[in-house]
């Protein structure tokens, strides 16, 4: 019972976490920019996973997916497409906020319009040539296996790692070098000058990208990391994999499609300036209505006195 109160929770925070990323990009003009268009399309895709991942494995009434075989194979088709199609975006953005973070002097020469609108296209047709496609017609055999394997769920995982480590100690590099300027300006009691406040307000929102790429690669590594782990032990049959251990994957991939809009709302400067938009008016109209009801408490007050 538990296991199906946490995953229908995990599903109604994907659907409108992603949901609402999706109608702030499309309603809000100044969301709209090219740097948004792939979180835009991933957050389409972890959408996809909510609306199709447990409302289709319960209407199934699936407990393993070694049986029923029939229902199985239809769950394993649709839920694993969206979820490769979740990967696939995710490294696409992933990719651009790397090159963003590593090289921001290079990146609107090189990330052009026309090569992110290719790159995101890839991400929607790889899966499908990869996987759903072979997958329907039965056809391919292992080699095709573990192609599939090795490029949708290895290749991201080893480069995740390695763009994680790298941006960590890009910014602790960048961190040492403010804090030794700072500490000079400190020594000789110099106020700090204009470009110096500049390139402090740089590294604060250099810092917040790194973060929020951290954060959504974390959840993702884990999660395939253990999916990687269920593939072996299928494929080559040298373990048993246990419905615990089924269910704890599939949490993790839907929780990796339910953090991305949480990330998205606390660390993505662009974001996050919208929401704090969005909530000066709502916290205004709580205000007055709390001082509308104090002076009329008040009021009711003086007239029972008189």
Not at 21 to 44: E, G, M, P, Y
Not at 90 to 101: E, G, K, N
Request: charged content about 15%; glycine content about 2%; some cysteine.
């Amino acid at each position: 019972m538990w296991y199906w109160i946490l995953a229908w929770l995990l599903t109604i925070v994907t659907v409108f976490g992603n949901g609402f990323v999706i109608c702030l990009i499309i309603r809000i003009q100044r969301l709209r920019t090219t740097a948004n268009w792939s979180v835009l399309s991933l957050a389409v895709a972890d959408l996809l996973v909510g609306l199709t991942f447990y409302p289709l494995l319960f209407a199934l009434n699936i407990d393993s997916l070694n049986e029923p075989p029939e229902q199985a194979k239809t769950f394993f088709l649709v839920s694993r497409t969206f979820l490769y199609l979740s990967a696939t975006n995710l490294f696409v953005m992933i990719m651009d906020r790397y090159i963003a973070i590593v090289h921001p002097l290079k990146y609107l020469s090189f990330v052009t319009t026309k090569l992110l609108v290719a790159a995101l296209a890839t991400a929607w047709i790889l899966p499908v040539l990869l996987f759903t496609l072979p997958y329907r017609l039965v056809w391919g055999g292992k080699f095709l296996l573990l192609l599939r394997v090795s490029i949708l769920q290895v290749l991201p995982v080893v480069f995740f790692i390695y763009v994680t480590v790298h941006i960590f100690f890009i910014m602790r590099r960048i961190s040492k070098r403010q804090s030794r300027i700072f500490a000079q300006l400190a020594f000789n009691h110099a106020p700090k000058s204009d470009d110096q406040t500049m390139s402090y307000g740089s590294h604060t929102e250099s810092r917040a990208a790194s973060k929020m790429t951290v954060a959504i690669m974390f959840f993702f590594i884990i999660c395939y990391v253990l999916e990687n782990c269920k593939c072996f032990c299928t494929v080559y049959t040298m373990c048993h994999i246990s419905t615990a251990f089924e269910q704890a994957v599939d949490l993790l991939f839907v929780i990796n499609s339910a953090v991305n809009p949480v990330a998205y709302a606390f660390l993505k400067r662009d974001v996050k300036s919208v929401l704090r938009g969005m909530l000066v008016p709502l916290k205004q109209q709580v205000h007055s209505i709390e001082g509308t009801q104090t002076s009329s408490s008040e009021q009711r007050k003086e007239d029972s006195r008189i």
